[in-house]
């Protein structure tokens, strides 16, 4: 039988602890979960941010530069950071993981949409965990939307992945924004089609990321696209992807 494939989205500011550096004692907790989840017959593909974050630390910049090719310069060193924080940890368990770096644009071409699907089908065979983020020494306007949320639901339906996973360090989708309404309550499952959903996500992000709420309820709704229901999660929720495996029910689930 067919493995099932999850598509896990790990956003900046949730895997360098607010901008502080790359978080390896998280990531070793996902890690585990992943691991598990392979023992389950489900093949993951992590789309991972925290490059550009993690440049900035390496450079000893304070504040985030507006100049693009900075931001490239910095993406270029903190992704040394990144793929050695999984690749280490997950070779604790004796697994490889696969650097892969993508442009939307790849994802539009037909010859290479194909490259990119087969290349991802046997690193998943040979069971990797292919670690993909954006090729942001070329991808100027991805910086400025900062945009792996997006890039992970083309992933998901390419893939035709089971599910798309989001974690963030927010704890889902709001009804209102819980930074300026302490009312604010968790919408736990709402339709892809559900007008609440555009007016609630709000187009801000934080500093660190910069998606924002808005690019991961398009994102989701991207995912639909495959069938594909997104679940928005807090990483640092106790055992997320075990218990979202189990069934329970965390964060938000935009469905189709
Ligand atoms: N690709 C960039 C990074 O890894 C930013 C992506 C994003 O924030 O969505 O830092």
């Known amino acids: ?43 993951v593909i992590l789309v991972s941010s925290g490059s550009i974050v993690e440049g900035m630390k390496r ?26 924080a999984y690749e280490s940890l997950f070779a604790r368990h004796d697994i490889h993981t696969a650097q892969v770096l993508l442009t939307r644009d790849n994802l539009t071409d037909s010859k290479r949409f194909e490259n990119i699907t087969s290349t991802l089908e046997n690193l998943l065979e040979f069971g990797t965990v292919p670690v993909i983020n954006e ?5 100027t306007e991805e910086i400025k939307f900062g945009d792996n949320d997006t890039l992970a639901a083309l992933v998901t339906n390419l893939m035709n992945a089971d599910r798309l996973i989001i974690l963030t360090d927010q704890h889902g989708v709001f009804d209102d924004d819980p930074r300026n309404n302490s009312d604010a309550v968790l919408i736990d499952k709402i339709h892809y089609q559900d007008e609440r959903l555009e007016k609630v996500a709000g ?3 934080s500093s660190i990321g910069s998606g924002g709420m808005y690019s991961k309820v398009m994102a989701a709704k991207t995912a639909t696209e495959s069938n594909t229901p997104t679940c928005i999660a807090w990483g640092r929720e106790e055992r997320v992807l075990t218990r979202i495996f189990e069934g329970q029910h965390i964060g938000t689930i935009i469905h189709c």
């Open 1 to 43: 039988m067919k493995n099932k494939c999850w598509v896990i989205k790990i956003g900046s500011a949730l895997l360098t602890n607010n901008g502080k550096g790359i978080d390896k004692g998280l990531i070793a907790n996902w890690v585990e979960q992943i691991v598990d989840l392979k023992n389950q017959n489900i093949d």
């Open 59 to 84: 450079l000893n910049w304070n504040e985030k530069p507006d100049d693009i090719h900075k931001l490239q310069a910095a993406a270029a060193v903190g992704q040394m950071g990144l793929i050695e």
């Open 135 to 139: 090729n942001d020494t070329v991808a």
């Open 203 to 205: 187009r801000g992000g």
